[in-house]
């Protein structure tokens, strides 16, 4: 590979390697420990974790600080023997009691003042694992009817609450990720315009960026590659959630490509195009294993998002960059197209 050109390092959460239950039914499979899932991630060729506050320390809101502290730093060490680093912290603002009626913008201010209790936990997880970014996915921030609460009421707790987490760790960095819906019927924070316009608002915008989630763009009715490219002309993409859709329906979390071969190659390409990793980004994976797999092969769709990622990498680097250009000054998008699609299926062209 080319000196030149990136390199790109992967990440997932230790959720993407489940047991298959559902809303229907219970899991199918073993869990895996935390080991295990160190382990597959190391040897499918990962380089770092995601991380959920209590992925790193279960049943955090029972701990002491120090208990806390504790835990993380022996999630730490795992990482370390396995060589591995931890992309983020997102706190788990959706399984609470606390939580049921929103986080942030939950009506209750004792629900409020948990939640930002919890994201200052999460904080000091993030240390402890070794990095500064934090995902906010604002998963019940939004509500099921629109009387039920005040929209610039919610976005200024939305603001508020950010601008704490700022205020506590000058170094800490915050990554919005949008979701339209599920399990809200209609999120506060959908799109990427959202989150670049919340940022904005912060206290200090230099730090407040974006994760993108394919799945999350599809359903919200727009294309991840045009969003991808929207957050980068902002430079704001600093991580993303990459992994497929089909239609408008629940958030499937398909491995990356399954479903749409060229909506995955222009995602690539946007990436590749704008230099996305070479700032240390990771090129971060959220896909499920589907629920027929068998625990032994339950780790395959992250292996193979993986290479479709790299395989469209390749297709991305070896575009025939002169005739694209001829075919955009000739206006022949329709001759483009043909091209585009030879030159996917690998048939002359
Ligand atoms: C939810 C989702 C989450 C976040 C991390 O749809 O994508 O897994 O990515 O909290
Ligand atoms: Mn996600």
Redesign the pocket.
């Known amino acids: 590979m080319d000196e030149a050109l990136t390199s790109y390092r992967f990440s997932f959460?230790p959720?993407n390697l489940s047991e298959g239950a559902d809303p229907f039914g219970p899991p199918v499979r073993e869990p895996f420990s935390f080991l295990e899932k160190v382990k597959i991630a190391k040897q499918l060729g990962f380089e770092a974790l995601?991380f959920?506050d209590d992925d790193a320390v279960p049943d955090l809101d029972s701990l002491s600080a120090s208990e806390i502290s504790k835990q993380a730093r022996s999630t730490k060490q795992i990482l370390s023997d396995h060589g591995l680093a931890a992309e983020f912290v997102?706190p788990?603002l959706w399984f609470s009691p606390h939580t049921i009626d929103g986080a942030y913008t939950s009506n209750d201010p004792i629900d409020r003042a948990y939640a930002i209790e919890r994201s200052i936990k999460a904080i000091d997880i993030a240390r402890e694992l070794g990095t500064h970014l934090i995902?906010l996915?604002l998963?019940r921030e939004g509500t099921y009817i629109r009387e039920a609460k005040s929209v610039p009421q919610a976005t200024q707790y939305l603001v508020d609450a950010i601008d704490k987490m700022l205020e506590y760790d000058k170094q800490l960095r915050i990554l919005v990720?949008p979701?339209p819906n599920?399990p809200t019927d209609q999120a506060y924070i959908p799109t990427t315009g959202h989150a670049l316009a919340l940022g904005y608002r912060s206290s200090d915008p230099s730090r407040v960026g974006i994760?993108i989630?394919t799945?999350?763009q599809i359903l919200a009715g727009l294309d991840p590659s045009d969003e991808m490219g929207y957050a980068l002309s902002f430079q704001k993409l600093w991580s993303v959630?990459l992994n497929d859709q089909s239609g408008l329906k629940f958030?499937e979390?398909k491995s990356f490509g399954e479903v749409d071969l060229r909506r995955a190659f222009n995602q690539v390409r946007v990436l590749e195009e704008n230099g996305y990793g070479r700032n240390g980004e990771y090129v971060g994976l959220?896909v499920k294993a589907m629920r027929t797999q068998r625990q032994e092969v339950s780790g395959k769709h992250l292996a193979n998002s993986k290479q479709a990622f790299l395989w469209l990498v390749g297709k991305v680097r070896a575009l025939n960059r002169p005739l694209q250009s001829e075919l955009i000054k000739q206006r022949d998008y329709e001759e483009l197209n043909r091209y585009i699609i030879a030159h996917l299926l690998g048939v002359p062209y």
Do not use: F, I, N, P
């Open positions: 959460g959720w995601q959920h997102a788990r995902v996915w998963a990720e979701k599920e994760l989630e799945a999350h959630h958030d979390d959220d």
